[in-house]
């Protein structure tokens, strides 16, 4: 019997209270509030925003908790560096998932973005996740981390993941909400994989990207929409730098993928609401952007009735941006 | 129950010769994934890999993908 209800906010004395029962958790809050928790069974990651039943949040105080199922065989927290990162997949259980945290502008998300769909194992072990963050206004003084709570440890530069084994009865099945759809612009391709994107090919011929963008007047606040098969995959933009003439983007871009600018989105909640039949089920875990937090003026509004943290990437399979993730842990047969 | 990874439903699959169309994100990217380590590597021992993958992706989650495994063997 669990002393704390799975997905939602708690106060820190009641996550404290629940690893020293023994739960297995994956956590979110603000660095302060996770370094007040004891050694357990818990990983977790820097996020202060937070999509709840009333709407988004920020809250310092708080910590969003994901519960392991009782159900679960096993809960074993492992943290990864960029060198050994493929052992993550190796590490992973045969019937699970592994929940995995990174924190934001370092090497070892950049070593996922762009390598994971590479790695053996890639789409066979589910792995579900996000990238930690810090408060908007203190973005490039303060660092994102992530906790192993097993250990104790608090990273920097390594992520952090928990493996959750699933008995036979169970399989974990990852899907998206992604409220942007493709546009009916040019078709843009990229030579090579990269979070900076300078030179790209549309209608077969080489354009920088920057120029492009401000000879368009492209507004930038909407991602690159990618064609994975008919799914969107979306690549948010961080900064356009027109002396430099180069694209910082959140996520790589990939050769091979079809991009476009995405159709404008006026209102971002009514978009979630759409998207999210109501009555569906609650996910095991889930997580939304926090570029859709601020361009869409999130704070107080809701995103169906979905709720989890509000994250700097989110992570179903490889990295996304501008997208909702979620977990579900479905019954077979 | 699926084909054995021997029949030539498979080869079509990674190939793209069969095109599967889903609204399924995971297994979308599966389909990419197999099509531009295609374009990249045609080979003999990357399809026979590539069909050895998605043979185990679609065992294992057959239950989950059972309208897309049903139009690959249409």
């Known amino acids: 019997m669990s002393v704390i209800a799975s997905a939602t906010l708690h106060s820190i004395p009641e996550v404290q209270a629940a690893i020293a029962a023994g739960e297995s958790m994956f956590l979110a809050g603000s660095r302060e509030a996770l370094s007040q928790l004891p050694k357990g069974n818990w990983v977790g990651g820097t996020i202060a925003y937070f999509m709840t039943e009333e709407g988004g949040l920020f809250a310092e105080d708080r910590i969003y908790v994901t519960r392991v199922p009782d159900f679960a065989l096993g809960a074993e927290a492992i943290d990864y560096g960029p060198d050994d990162l493929a052992q993550l997949y190796r590490d992973a259980p045969v019937n699970g998932f592994t929940h995995l945290v990174l924190p934001a502008a370092t090497k070892v998300l950049q070593v996922f973005a762009e390598q994971a769909p590479d790695f053996e194992g890639f789409l066979m072990r589910p792995v579900v996740g996000w990238v930690s963050g810090v408060r908007v206004e203190r973005i490039g003084i303060d660092s994102p981390a992530v906790f192993n709570g097993k250990s104790g440890a608090v990273f920097e530069d390594r992520c952090v993941a928990m493996h959750v084994t699933l008995p036979s009865g169970k399989i974990a099945d990852l899907d998206i909400v992604n409220i942007f759809e493709s546009g009916n612009g040019d078709v843009i391709h990229f030579d090579k994989a990269g979070f900076c994107a300078t030179e790209c090919v549309i209608g077969g011929k080489p354009v920088n990207l920057a120029d492009y963008i401000y000879e368009k007047r492209i507004p930038t606040e909407f991602p690159l929409v990618g064609d994975y098969n008919g799914s969107s995959i979306n690549v948010s933009f961080q900064s356009v730098d027109p002396a430099a003439r180069t694209v ?86 | 129950m699926l084909p054995d990874i021997n029949h030539p439903v498979w080869v079509e699959f990674v190939t793209g010769t069969k095109p599967l169309h889903s609204t399924k994100t995971t297994i979308n990217m599966l389909v990419h994934n197999n099509k531009t380590s ?19 992706f679609l065992t294992q989650f057959q239950t989950l993908f059972a309208i897309e495994v049903a139009e690959i063997l249409k």
Request: aromatic fraction near 12%; charged fraction near 20%.
């Open chain 1, 248 to 333: 910082q983007m959140y996520a790589p871009v990939f050769p091979g993928v079809d991009y476009r600018f995405a159709k404008p989105v006026g209102d971002y909640s009514s978009a979630f609401g759409q998207a999210i039949a109501s009555g569906e089920q609650q996910p095991g875990f889930a997580c939304n952007c926090i570029l859709n937090y601020l361009y869409g003026q999130l704070e107080g509004k809701k995103t169906g009735d979905i709720t989890g943290p509000i994250t700097f990437g989110e992570i179903a399979h490889q990295l996304l941006n501008q997208t909702m993730v979620r977990l579900y842990l479905r019954d077979i047969g």
């Open chain 2, 38 to 56: 295609y374009e990249n590597d045609p080979s003999p021992e990357n399809v026979k890999k590539l069909v050895a993958r998605t043979h185990d």
